[in-house]
């Protein structure tokens, strides 16, 4: 039950992705040839690949990780406090070994997890295997490979707000709207990313933006577990 889970307990996360290259056009032959294919099968077509080059970032095979902010709940003078580290930047292997040490040092305690919003379907997959490609050793957190889906014991808000309908999507925005959770965001949103980080090149508005993200996550969670909010003066970023 949700009340066995201690919020304490979790590293809430999010990442923020973008396209490898930042054109269609700066990819190599043999990869926009195999951009071209994955876009007629995902698009229908309807869409040129060049112009389709946008939502590359979705996709773990042709984008990239520049940002992964995780927060962990710690109670400090009676006051539970959010801790946010961001690991960011333009070179994606090392974020992803920093993250990989934190992420490790963090699960080697017993009961512990890790917490999202979309996590199973998106971002816990995409690190994983960008983690790969990147010839790093997957926490062992994250090695899931032979476990069946009710085997993955990961966190997730979008599948505690489904309540077993495996076909619903509801976004964090939405979700925080309509339960009253208060939004911390009041700068870009997801399709603004690849232009910060391509065309202002400001990886750390990037950062900011994903660490917001990460509190609305921590304040769905206690939502949904009936207990009271976080106050936006006890967040902390380190």
């Known amino acids: 039950m949700l009340n066995d889970i201690p919020a304490e307990k979790l590293m809430y996360i999010d ?23 994955k876009s007629k099968k995902t698009s229908g077509g309807d869409v040129p ?3 389709d080059y946008v939502r590359a970032g979705i996709y773990a095979e042709f984008g990239k990780i520049v940002c992964i902010s995780a927060g962990i709940i710690k109670p400090e003078m009676g006051v539970r406090t959010l801790r946010v580290k961001s690991f960011f930047g333009h070179n994606e292997k090392e974020l992803l070994q920093n993250f990989a ?5 963090f699960t080697s305690k017993p009961g512990t997890n890790i917490c999202g919003h979309n996590v199973k379907e998106f971002d816990f997959p995409y690190i994983a295997r960008r983690m790969i490609i990147n010839g790093i050793p997957l926490p062992d957190i994250l090695d ?3 476990k069946k889906p009710w085997e993955v014991k990961f966190i997730d808000t979008l599948d505690l707000w489904k309540f077993g309908d495996y076909k619903h999507y509801t976004s964090l925005n939405l979700l925080t709207h309509i339960l009253g959770i208060p939004s911390p965001k009041d700068d870009i949103d997801g399709s603004d990313v690849a232009r910060v980080y ?4 400001d ?3 990037i950062a900011r933006y994903c660490e917001k993200d990460v ?10 577990k009936g207990e009271e909010l976080l106050d936006p003066e ?4 380190v």
């Open 144 to 146: 899931v490979a032979g």
């Open 234 to 237: 006890n967040v902390i970023s």
């Open 198 to 201: 391509y065309e202002e090149n």
């Open 203 to 205: 990886v750390e508005r």
């Open 15 to 37: 990442i923020e992705t973008v396209p490898q290259q930042k054109s269609f056009e700066q990819l190599d032959e043999t990869m926009q040839a195999l951009w071209i294919n």
């Open 101 to 105: 040490a934190a992420l490790n040092s």
């Open 49 to 51: 690949p060049d112009e």
């Open 215 to 224: 509190f609305a996550t921590v304040q769905l969670f206690l939502r949904l």
